[in-house]
């Protein structure tokens, strides 16, 4: 029993709606791990960059905050989750029947287990190759043009490995009505991909 008291470094822990992806909508869990050495400029967390702030919280205060929550699925998120080995944090978490959701980069190796992975590639530090077929959705953030062709990049990675994936693009949030045309245009031309809005943020929640 001895891991499962690991501490695993948090940065916080609520419940909110999932704003983003296939899963929009539904009311979930969510774990925010600390630490991040991507450096997206854009990044909504920077906060969680930094890996020795956070609180150090136990798996069991985390399970016991989940079950009261009532809520079906559990998202892991950062910062980059993948820094860290999540095994333990899956295994205990999966026991409880709960869906567990990853939220990635992809830029680390994958560990732990999910009955859902939502890959965020990053042009500065491009995911590893091993991560595509595990990827349930693709999400590419769009800040500008060169966007488009790193998602169409991405597109015909994961294809390669994986052609039931789900595309969204996602319009990075200050410039969603600056990109609006060219994102209306690039789906319909590529109607495999589907808009992505960031939901939680029009209710100015987590
Ligand atoms: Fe922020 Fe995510 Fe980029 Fe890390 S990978 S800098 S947490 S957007």
Known sequence: FIYFYQMIPIKETFLSFQGEGYFAGQASYFIRTQGCDIGC???DEPASWEFKSGINQSLSNILKDIKKSNVKNVIVTGGEPLIHDLSNLTNEISKNNF????ETSGSYALTGNWNWITLSPKKIRPPLKSIYSHTSELKVVIYNNKDF????????????????CLLYLQPEWSRKEIMQQQILDFISKNPRWKLSLQMHKYLNVK
């Not at 869906?99 to 990853?102: A, C, G, T, V």
């Not at 062709?149 to 039931?164: G, V």
């Open 41 to 43: 400029h854009w990044c």
């Open 99 to 102: 869906s567990l959701h990853l």
């Open 149 to 164: 062709e790193w998602a169409l990049e991405q597109e015909r990675n994961i294809s390669k490995f994986n052609n039931d």
